[in-house]
């Protein structure tokens, strides 16, 4: 979390009245018995191999090369440098996965080690490609990026992300794309062994404490059947000052917060804020604040979920530290993170590595009966997508509801938790069809997925 400051008073409740009614919610009276139920069989299954894709050349015309900034959610959502790569991904399995549709190699060959990083920052290099478009067409590549490999052996494209369109592709194209990023795509073995550990303390918390004290990764095999052990839901919490102040919102941190935060937009986008236009009526009751810690922990529990539910928060730096989430932590008192879960051995494996720590609630995210995420975001994104196509239950705040009854302040807990129940019947993870413009990695149906 992050460390208080100076710049916000410490919030308190903003939400009183629903906060008295969920701590006093009884468990016998949880408004929905099938909350745990999986999703039902939608008729919709992956069929990323269902296309015969074309038969690799005999000879390589040269090597396309490309550089990626960015995060773990952008990586999987695009093509990587080797290094960062191969701290996150497993890159055998992933050669190996894709050995029949692309041929791919982890080092140029030596008449090619001048093609660097460093090398196209320098000056103009005939064989650096920097305007591609963003979600351009295939045969943008064919016309602009082919003959540049043709000519020199290889073609650089710097910057590369998003640049290929989502629509009017070869459906060949689009089932690689699935291909890429819900089967070739996994972590590194560590990253995977740690983050079954962390599962099992969250299935079975009395083997807790003999796991984290033994300092040893607890061995755990996919055989394992969920129903043996307990169930949990994964939060993802992404609360951190730049979504805090992009927001325009008002989160209870008094006159000190919004100083702070405004300045904070000016500094980092010289006040060119869209929603700095609107009040924070307007934008609650549109659905465009963000959930705080309290408001998820209230949703959370007006769906049906007690405290005897186990909690995973995935969540880098809450903006407002533990005083912003201590009502949460007062609805779920079990609730868990990484920092909790692990011992000391096992976070020095990560720390202080902001895309292994993601990559790690990634994994446990995908893992978890139930997902749910505060707002809207790259990883929020790629989760909704993956776990889509693994038809597994996903819980999507409606917005722009939540943002018109947390402005009620005189509605009661019985009314509050009605309302919320009747608003997301719909929203626990039914397929909903890509739209023009629409990623394909955040809406695989029905690119990625095949229905009957």
């Known amino acids: ?97 894709l050995k029949d549709d692309v041929s791919i190699v982890k080092e140029l060959p030596d008449e090619f080690s001048w093609s660097t990083r460093e090398y196209y920052a320098t000056a103009i290099r005939a064989t650096r490609i920097k305007t591609a478009p963003v979600h351009a067409s295939a045969n943008w590549y064919i016309e602009n990026v082919l003959p540049v490999v043709q000519s020199y052996g290889i073609a650089a494209i710097a910057p590369f992300s998003h640049r290929l369109a989502f629509d009017n592709l070869p459906m060949h194209l689009q089932r690689l794309r699935c291909k890429v990023n819900f089967q070739a795509l996994v972590f590194v073995p560590h990253i995977r062994a740690l983050g079954d550990a962390l599962v099992s303390r969250l299935r079975y918390p009395s083997d807790e404490n003999k796991a984290i004290d033994n300092g040893y990764l607890q061995e755990v095999t996919d055989s394992l059947n969920k129903q043996e052990g307990g169930k949990f839901v994964v939060l993802h919490l992404r609360f951190d000052k730049d979504m805090a102040a992009h927001s325009a919102c008002d989160f209870g941190g008094g006159k000190a917060e919004k100083l702070a935060l405004a300045k904070y937009r000016q500094v980092i986008w010289q006040g060119r804020v869209v929603n700095s236009q609107f009040t924070d009526e307007e934008l609650r009751s549109q659905g465009r604040c963000p959930l705080t810690p309290e408001e998820i922990g209230l949703l959370l529990a007006a769906l049906g979920f007690d405290n005897s539910t186990r909690l995973y928060l995935a969540s880098h730096k809450v903006y407002g530290g533990e005083a912003r989430i201590s009502t949460l932590r007062k609805l779920f008192p079990l609730m868990q993170d990484k920092k909790s879960l692990a011992s000391s051995e096992e976070r020095a494996q990560i720390k202080g590595k902001a895309s292994l720590l993601a990559a790690l609630d990634y994994y446990v995210s995908m893992h978890s009966d139930i997902f749910i995420s505060a707002s809207p975001g790259n990883m929020h994104n790629a989760l909704v997508g993956h776990r889509t196509y693994e038809n597994l239950k996903t819980l999507r705040p409606n917005m722009a509801l939540l943002g018109q009854l947390f402005l009620n302040k005189s509605m009661e807990w019985s009314e509050f938790q009605q309302a919320v129940v009747e608003g997301h019947a719909n929203r626990q993870g039914q397929i909903r069809l890509r739209k023009p413009n629409q990623s394909i990695y955040t809406y695989p149906a029905p690119e990625c997925m095949c229905s009957g």
């Not at 916000?8 to 006093?24: D, E, I, N, T």
């Not at 090369?65 to 790569?85: A, C, H, I, S, Y």
């Open 1 to 97: 979390m992050e460390p208080q400051t100076k710049e916000w008073s410490a919030p308190k409740p903003r939400h009183m009245r629903l906060v008295k009614g969920a701590l006093q919610r009884e468990t016998s009276n949880a408004p929905q018995t099938d909350l745990w139920l999986p999703l039902e069989n939608q008729g919709w299954s992956s069929c990323v191999e269902s296309l015969k894709a074309p038969a690799l050349p005999e000879k390589s015309q040269g090597y396309i090369q490309v550089f990626l900034d960015g995060g773990l959610n952008q990586q999987r959502m695009g093509p990587f440098t080797q290094f960062t790569f191969v701290d996150i991904f497993d890159i055998n399995h992933f050669i190996n996965t």
